[in-house]
């Protein structure tokens, strides 16, 4: 790209970007008219739904990490939290630790499973304990939402063990 000699002013382009530009429109116009109308909106619907469940679990671990148990509550289906009460066991309960073992993983049929390792303890005993809770996630296309399906984690009380559920 420049002026050519004894032009007056006037800027051309080489030839050879006009017949690549052309190509390259062409390849784009055919490859838009060859893909199906669905499948870039699928893509985009997935990719929402994996946004929108990255959202939640982060959501969710915070909620439970600082102690703010009735959100961590607002995370579970609507028939699942009836009552709208926190377990009495949150009372003294504090979350020291919170970490991923295994990721969200979306399954064909709109459900996510991830496991994480809480550490714990009661005010009143002081004794850090430990679980590993496996979470199973539903996405609900009529609220547009993802649901912890799977509850809030059962914290033990008494022992001092490793639980598991």
């Not at 006009?18 to 499948?39: D, E, I, K, S, Y």
């Amino acid at each position: 790209m420049g002026r050519p000699k004894g032009s007056k002013g006037r800027w051309t382009t080489p030839r050879v970007v006009h017949g690549f530009g052309r190509g390259l429109v062409a390849v784009l116009l055919a490859a838009l008219l060859t893909t199906p109308a669905g499948v870039g909106c699928a893509v985009v619907e997935k990719d929402r739904r994996a946004v929108g469940l990255q959202a939640a679990t982060s959501g969710y671990q915070s909620a439970l990490r600082w102690g703010y148990y009735d959100t961590a509550l607002g995370f579970l289906p609507p028939d699942q939290r009836k009552s709208g009460e926190i377990p009495e066991i949150f009372a003294e309960l504090r979350v020291t630790g919170y970490d991923v073992a295994q990721p969200p993983i979306i399954q064909a049929d709109d459900s996510a499973t991830q496991i994480v390792v809480i550490d714990y303890l009661f005010e009143d005993a002081q004794v850090v304990k430990q679980l590993t809770d496996r979470q199973v996630w539903r996405w609900d296309d009529a609220m547009g939402t993802w649901w912890l399906h799977s509850g809030l984690p059962k914290f033990a009380r008494g022992g001092a063990g490793r639980t598991t559920r």
